[in-house]
């Protein structure tokens, strides 16, 4: 289930025995029209998964500057958040720089992209220094938040029947290492559980790493936002 609630990061008062106010802020309307700062915007999400018995929430928040999203993820267990994930991403949320910090297990990493073919993996992993080079296929994106990206409904829109990306795995046995995964269109079907009719997209690495798992996941086909 998804929550979505869109919110503005302005609230202005104008009072009429204030006319300096009035006159700040048609400055300011000048120069956002004249291109002099870029308009910010911002949203936030709530995703809750449930894997088996144990259920999982997705503080989820993101905000646009300039040609940069900035995105702050925090995963909550039982009431407790477990982990967070601080993102960079372009406009097409392809990622820039990526930092993971799982609380009570002295892990801390960064990743951050060097050139379009190589990425950095550098900090703390369960106690240990980790220092990594990675090289990645330059015509393949780094999607590091998956499903939830919300660049995914260009995917979901799209006349492409996969995406192959690179994303940095969480969890062992992939824990911080970057692989090469495959998300490939299914079917599209109406959802009575969701009510709505979605479209079902299988989520794999790719190659022989396909056999130790794979994720089906619903975006609702109006909009291409992950239902689950």
């Known amino acids: 289930m998804i929550f979505y609630n869109p919110y503005s990061l302005f609230d202005m008062h104008i009072k009429k025995q204030q006319p300096y106010i009035l006159l700040s802020i048609i400055l300011l309307v000048f120069v956002i029209a004249t291109g002099m700062i870029s308009p910010i915007y911002a949203q936030q999400l709530t995703y809750h998964e449930l ?6 929430y997705y503080h989820y928040d993101f905000k646009k500057s300039g040609h940069e999203y900035n995105i702050h993820v925090a995963r909550l267990h039982e009431g407790d958040t477990t982990d967070k994930q601080i993102l960079v991403t372009d406009l097409d949320f392809n990622t820039i720089s990526w ?8 892990t801390d990493v960064m990743a951050r992209r060097l050139s379009d073919d190589e990425v950095l993996i550098e900090g703390v992993l369960d106690g240990d220094d ?9 015509d393949e ?3 590091q938040l998956f499903p939830m990206n919300p660049g995914m409904d260009s995917f979901i829109f799209s006349d ?5 990306f690179w994303s940095i795995g969480t969890e062992r046995p992939a824990d911080m290492e970057i692989n090469s995964f495959s998300a490939e269109k299914e ?3 109406y ?3 969701f009510g709505c009719e979605v479209l079902r997209v299988n989520f794999s690495p790719t190659g022989w790493k396909s056999f130790f798992w794979d994720g089906d996941y619903y975006f609702r086909t109006s909009d291409g936002r992950e239902m689950g």
Not at 160 to 164: A, C, K, N, Q, S
């Open 187 to 189: 079917e599209i079907a």
């Open 160 to 164: 492409e029947d996969e995406l192959v």
């Open 130 to 138: 980790l220092r990594e080079l990675e090289e990645l296929d330059d």
């Open 51 to 56: 894997r088996g018995e144990e259920s999982f």
């Open 99 to 106: 930092r993971y910090i799982r609380f009570g297990e002295e």
């Open 141 to 143: 994106p780094w999607i």
């Open 191 to 193: 959802n009575k559980d």
